[in-house]
């Protein structure tokens, strides 16, 4: 038996569209056991305990890819929010990855895991961070992915924004156009370049300009009633910045320690209804480790 933890993720960060993604500390916790055959799930609401649960779709592409058969017992505890941008689906799957190669005994390397993870869910900045903790960048180029990590400040801080409702990345993909301008195009590409640069340095006056997009957000933040105001509140009480988690509707305010207590005594008067996560970057990504069934299970 194993137990796989993986953690939540932030992607875009602003420019980076379907490229850039973070790990953050919030987690999916997936103990595996192994089965003869079919799935027994447990843990997650009864509406996710089938074969179509991202964990067990993951699972079973795992061992296709492995050449295994067999099922599991699965039980899943998550405590990242359910589309609201913060990588619950890309977690679910890279667990149950992890899981189905540690319960066979496989040591897949990390970068075959990723290419599997991506095929799975279309591009790769939610499962990168996912699976390898930090800031991530990668693209999936003729079938393959490349990736790398980039080095983040250690005087970050990051603070999640979570309304009280949900949307589905069906709907805010369909509020984005189907082409964009010469002028957008490169205005994302150098902001892109500024953002890298800015999270490395520690450099809040140029995350702030780095930060700005035009390709995802314009369109995405009429999707989130009061999303305009409560990122001018977080730049108002301290946040360098603030953008999209993700597709939404989750915000990320980033800036240097000091600016949290602010924002969530002000959250609180104005916006009682949103959740206000402080969360720290996880730079392990996903990790496995022996243990039992939790008691009761």
């Not at 103990?31 to 609401?45: D, L, N, S, V």
């Not at 035009?214 to 953008?243: M, S, T, Y």
């Amino acid at each position: 038996m194993v137990k796989v933890t993986v953690p939540a993720s932030s992607a875009n960060l602003g420019p980076g569209f379907d490229c850039l993604g973070l790990a953050l500390g919030c987690y999916v916790t997936l103990y595996a056991a192994p089965k003869a055959e079919g799935f027994e799930i447990t843990g997650c609401p009864v509406a996710y305990r089938n074969e179509d649960n991202l964990a067990v779709r993951a699972f079973q592409a795992a061992q296709q890819h492995l050449g295994s058969t067999g099922g599991a017992r699965l039980h899943i505890v998550s405590d990242i929010p359910v589309a609201s941008g913060l990588g619950s689906s890309a977690a679910l799957l890279v667990a149950g990855l992890v899981a189905a190669c540690a319960l066979h005994g496989r040591d897949v390397p990390k970068l075959e895991l990723l290419q599997l993870a991506t095929a799975l869910e279309g591009h790769p900045d939610n499962v990168a961070p996912a699976l390898l903790g930090g800031l991530q960048a990668g693209v999936m180029a003729d079938n393959q992915v490349y990736c790398v990590e980039n080095v983040l400040h250690p005087a970050w801080r990051f603070v999640a924004l979570i309304p009280p409702f949900k949307l589905s990345t069906k709907q805010t993909r369909a509020a984005l156009p189907a082409s964009v301008s010469r002028a957008d195009a490169v205005f994302n590409l150098s902001r892109v370049a500024l953002l890298l640069g800015a999270f490395k340095q520690g450099d809040g006056e140029l995350l702030r300009a780095a930060m700005q997009d035009k390709l995802h957000q314009p369109h995405r933040f009429p999707l989130i009633p009061d999303g305009n105001a409560v990122q001018e509140l977080a730049l108002a009480q301290g946040a360098d910045a603030c953008c999209i988690s993700g597709a939404g509707p989750t915000l990320l305010a980033v800036g240097h320690a000091g600016f949290e207590p602010a924002l969530e005594r002000v959250m609180a008067a104005q916006h009682p209804t949103w959740r206000v996560l402080p969360l720290c970057v996880d730079m392990q990504g996903a990790r496995v480790q022996p243990h039992s069934f939790p008691n009761g299970t």
